[in-house]
């Protein structure tokens, strides 16, 4: 029996963030993205979430490539811990390749891992695979669409994109591209559909450059400009806003600065001479003549916006008169804490400019129409919609149908389901893992949703300690309990409450007769408190031998 192509979604369906997928036929697997994802609100402590890809552990030998299409960190965050695992060889266009060569200089693994240079337009081999590249727009220059040739017809991957016709650097989708993959016949057409319940279509990137123009013609002070780091389309529009209005541009925060200049390096970012100064240059500067450009869009509280915001950065200070704009649309899920962000720079004295107030950010996305425009471009046997959450994965199999894809061909499935592919037909396989793996600090998957549990617990209702001192040869209680508390109730004003407390510990501690004390104290007070108080704080006993 003829092996069948085998389409592996491990990142990405069923959420926004953390993208990968793998091609696998017979003893072969290709990577095709290795993104993170940023933690929501209520995980607490987490600092970014990766893709599951434990199903390719014991496949490892059998990886052949890994394909980044281009700079997103939700396609190229992951990348370090995937080469620790999976070390192959990495194709990616030059930009990617240098945002790449960035990420895993810092794990020190960059001399462990073959980069390969690819540019849009150009095909690779990698084992049964032949992948041509093709340019699509994005918010990211360089990025690249995916025409897989397999043993079993040719699919094509849209990577993120949108149909822009007078893009940031004049390099618009590659249509000719698109219908020569149509006349060939197209198997499987794999699309992005992050915006797919946006009818119509997304405006261009042009649109943005008469908003920065009134923005910088009408602010009276400086003007800080929020967004991505990795938004180096974005980097560029606002150096040409500053050259139209004769302001000087400086850079704040290291991934921002770093990338512009890997950027600039590459030949992805023109700046003309004298335009880019230091930031302490620049602060010294009048205030009518200088742009400050910086990451924080998303209102995390530890960038920069975020530290203004709330009077904490270091470098300098939100003064009366700032115009901040915030040059990106919020995650979803960020919605309130960028509002809450926004409040708070009003508060300060700034100006704020965002989306729909002025268009300062459009989105890198396709929306309906321009999804539909894909489909009819590529003419696919079958459809399966890529990169979003669920909701969305459904509206773009609705717009499928809507030009003609039959129901049947059409495959809307999450994270860790395997699509199975033979010359006529698709079929859904097995399911595989395709979950979160939390990185914490230096741990990577060590902290599991238990803990994030009880993290979630002891920000909520605080924690109690009870400090017990048990006397080693008759096992009794040799002295009052002493409790202690944080984050839980008022202190001063619960005086009856612990002291009830207290002797419900005794209690407890004596009925468990030596055996378990810690134990039986906790879950009495927990149980006490809740009763009490209809809250659950952590209760911790120690247990103190005399
Ligand atoms: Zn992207
Ligand atoms: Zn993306």
């Known amino acids: 029996m003829a092996n ?96 790449l060569e960035v990420k895993l200089r810092d794990a020190k693994l960059l001399d462990k891992v073959t980069l390969n240079t690819v540019q849009a337009g150009e095909s690779v081999t990698i084992g049964p695979f032949t992948v041509e590249f093709y340019h699509v727009c994005h918010s990211i220059p360089d990025s690249v669409g995916l025409g897989i040739t397999t043993p079993v017809g040719l699919v094509v991957h849209s990577g993120d994109f949108k149909i822009d016709h007078t893009p940031v650097d004049g390099w618009v989708t590659d249509f000719t591209k698109l219908s020569e993959f149509a006349s060939r016949g197209v198997l499987a057409l794999l699309s992005d559909s992050t915006n797919s319940t946006k009818p119509g279509w997304t405006p261009s990137e042009a649109v943005v450059d008469g908003a920065f123009d009134k923005v910088f013609r009408d602010a009276p002070g400086r003007v800080i400009v929020a967004t991505f780091a990795s938004l180096i389309s974005r980097i560029q529009q606002v150096v040409n806003a500053c050259a139209r209005h004769k302001r000087k541009m400086a850079l704040a925060g290291t991934s921002m600065v770093e990338n512009a200049k890997m950027a600039q390096k590459l030949g992805y970012l023109e700046v003309p001479e004298g335009l880019l100064v230091p930031i302490d240059q620049a602060l010294e500067m009048p205030k009518n003549k200088m742009v400050i450009m910086t990451t924080g869009s998303q209102g995390e509280p530890s960038a920069i916006v975020g530290r203004l915001a709330t009077g904490r950065n270091r470098q300098f200070d939100l003064l009366e008169g700032d115009t901040v704009v915030i040059s990106a649309h919020p995650i979803p899920g960020n919605e309130e804490m960028v509002a809450r962000t926004i409040n708070r720079l009003f508060q300060r004295g700034a100006n704020v400019i965002y989306d729909p107030i002025l268009p300062v950010h459009v989105s890198g996305h396709a929306s309906a129409e321009e999804q539909k425009l894909l489909m009819n471009l590529v003419k696919p046997k079958f459809f399966v919609p890529v990169h979003g959450e669920l909701r969305q994965l459904h509206q773009h199999a609705a717009l499928a149908r809507e030009v003609g894809i039959p129901v049947e061909n059409v495959a809307v499935v999450e994270n860790g389901t395997v699509i199975e592919f033979t010359e006529e037909a698709m079929t859904i396989g097995e399911r595989v893992p395709g979950g979160y793996v939390y990185v914490d600090g230096t741990g990577v998957g060590d902290i599991g949703p238990e803990v994030l549990r009880e993290r979630e617990n002891l920000a909520r209702d605080g924690f109690v300690v009870v400090n017990l001192v048990v006397d080693r040869k008759t096992r009794k209680l040799a002295e009052k309990p002493l409790i202690l508390s944080k984050g839980f109730v008022f202190v001063r004003d619960s005086a009856e409450l612990f002291s009830t407390a207290a002797k419900k510990a005794e209690v407890a501690a004596f ?36």
């Open 4 to 99: 069948k192509l085998r389409i592996i979604p491990i990142g990405g369906l069923g959420e926004v963030g953390k993208n990968m997928m793998v091609f696998e036929y017979g003893r072969n697997a290709l990577i095709v993205d290795t993104g993170l994802m940023f933690p929501e609100n209520d995980m607490l402590g987490i600092d970014y979430i990766i893709p599951d890809y434990s199903y390719l552990r014991d496949k490892a030998d059998f990886v052949r490539g890994i394909i980044i299409t281009h700079g997103h960190e939700d396609h190229t965050g992951a990348i370090k811990h995937v080469i620790e695992e999976l070390n192959a060889p990495v194709y990616a266009t030059p930009l990617t390749r240098g945002l």
């Open 511 to 546: 009925n468990a007769n030596g055996q378990g004390v810690a134990r039986a104290v906790e879950e009495r007070l927990s149980e006490f408190f809740y009763t009490e108080m209809k809250r659950r704080p952590m209760v911790f006993a120690i247990v103190n031998e005399v």
